[in-house]
């Protein structure tokens, strides 16, 4: 290793169980399971520990802006917004794949090591890794990773937004998630999925660790925008005022206008640049559900017994003990 290289402290070992264990019959080679960093504490798959080291040492732009979060907090919306408000409202360019103009970064760590059908249409990991390095400024690049296992320097180098979402949302997102790609193999329910989410042993867990830690880094970082979901749904105008402020661009009402108007769920979801139905044509997604689902807050009413909100509820209470930090159930 060169010696400018930065040495990320974390030991992966295996964790006993996971959700994602139908994952790991399917993928013999996957057989040491799905790793925690230690003292970290973050589930990550040991493909991807292979390379914990590689992405810790990404080399980061001034120009850039990172798009951070738990999974299925809003990621894609963000994304989206950022993009236009840094390109200056080029609907034009937006009409490129998002995957193209702001990469997944450890995503080709995430895949299985020898492929799979569904990801043959992919280019190969290496071509990948490099499309991140060499796209052109200013890039704008997503990741689930906690800000521990991300570059050291990166709030101080470029500006980072960050989205939350209210977790018994994301876990209901996610359990869909999990139904919607075909590699998770996941046939449970969502009582057990949640079970297997508040255990931290779903992939990026634990939830709270991560949010957390990017509440408290924004508080004093002036390069971190903390932004929550449910503000988004709300009040998506001024959500986007927020953000173009936090990029220093101005935009006009018209502009102003455009922005709200291609951002809602509505018009998201019919956007192809965006909802990812690709995955369903490329074979990696089930085709009977969708990326863009359904877009609302509140939507666990529906579907959690009073019983599993209470103990969500009581999870979380006991994980934010000590935090000011709150989330919105529903709106
Ligand atoms: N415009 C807009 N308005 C409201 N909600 C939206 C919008 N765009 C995406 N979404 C919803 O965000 C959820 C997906 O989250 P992520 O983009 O973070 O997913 S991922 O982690 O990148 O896979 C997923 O939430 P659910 O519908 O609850 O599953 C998407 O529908």
């Known amino acids: 290793m060169a010696a400018d290289k930065k040495r990320l402290n974390v030991e992966f070992k295996s964790i006993p ?40 040492n990404f080399h980061v732009r001034p120009d850039d802006i990172w798009v951070l979060s738990f999974p299925k907090s809003g990621t894609t919306w963000t994304q989206e917004l950022v993009w236009l408000i840094a390109n ?20 080709p760590y995430l895949l299985p090591r020898k492929g799979t059908p569904t990801y043959g249409h992919l280019p190969s990991v290496e071509k990948q890794m490099q499309y991140r390095e060499e796209l052109e400024s200013p890039r704008l690049i997503k990741t689930h990773l906690p800000l521990d296992l991300l570059p050291p320097q990166l709030t101080e180098t470029c500006k980072v937004v960050y989205v939350a979402r209210n977790p018994k949302d994301v876990i209901v997102s996610y359990y869909y998630h999990h139904k919607l790609i075909k590699f998770h193999y996941f046939d449970g329910d969502l009582e057990s999925f949640a079970r297997w989410f508040m255990n931290d042993q779903v992939w990026y867990a634990p939830f709270f660790g991560q949010v957390l830690a990017a509440w408290e880094k924004a508080k004093n970082d002036p390069n971190v925008l903390f932004l929550f979901y449910e503000d988004l749904k709300k009040d998506l105008e001024g959500q986007i005022r927020k953000v173009a402020q936090f990029l220093g661009k101005s935009l006009t009402d018209e502009q102003l206008g455009k922005l709200v108007h291609h951002l809602t769920f509505e018009n998201l979801s019919k956007n192809s ?20 689902r359904k877009g609302e807050t509140g939507d666990w009413q529906r579907y959690f017994s009073p019983e599993m909100s209470r103990q969500i509820d009581e999870w979380t209470e006991l994980n934010l003990r000590g935090s000011d930090i709150t989330f919105v159930d529903k709106i």
């Open 17 to 56: 169980e996971s959700l994602e264990e139908p994952f790991l019959k399917e993928f013999p080679e996957y057989v040491e399971g799905i790793v925690r960093g230690d003292p970290g504490g973050f589930v990550l798959t040991p493909h991807y520990g292979e390379h914990a080291e590689e992405l810790y």
């Open 88 to 107: 200056d409202c080029d609907f034009e360019g937006a009409k490129r794949s998002l995957n193209d103009r702001s990469p997944f970064l450890e995503f």
């Open 273 to 292: 640049a965006v909802n990812k139905e690709d995955g369903k044509k490329h074979g990696v997604f089930n085709a009977d559900g969708s990326f863009m």
